[in-house]
């Protein structure tokens, strides 16, 4: 199983950027992914998730309204569409595949989350 994330960049504050996440070894039409973040020194945050039981999804508060997450199964791959971008988005951001098959953000859900992308940086200049 792998995740291969991409699409992080340099961005200007209120730009957009969209990040990929293939999926290989799983079908999406089975796995629920979770999107993450880790800004330097700060613990890593759930940010979107996208539940493959029901194709619910779920946001962190602190991006609601200005990311979406979509799948497309037959790429198998997920995307973060992140608009509105502010310098407190600037992380590295990454794709988690959830064994339960629920969504969850909090910290208390990232064991549930156990294969892991490599991680694609996101900078957002001020």
């Known amino acids: 199983v792998q995740l291969q994330a991409s699409g992080g960049g340099l961005v200007q504050h209120g730009g957009s950027l969209k990040l990929s996440c293939v999926v290989s070894g799983l079908s999406l039409k089975d796995t629920t992914i979770g999107w993450f973040r880790q800004a330097p020194g700060k613990a890593r945050e759930g940010v979107s998730c996208?539940?493959?039981?029901?194709?619910?999804?779920m946001y962190a508060d602190s991006v609601k309204g200005r990311f979406a997450i979509s799948r497309d199964i037959a790429k198998n791959t997920v995307y973060l569409q992140m608009n509105s971008l502010k310098p407190e988005d600037t992380a590295v951001y990454y794709c988690a595949r959830g064994y339960t098959g629920f969504c969850g953000l909090s910290k208390d859900h990232l064991y549930e989350f156990d294969y892991w992308g490599q991680g694609t940086l996101v900078t957002v200049s001020s």
């Open positions: 996208i539940s493959n039981r029901d194709s619910s999804t």
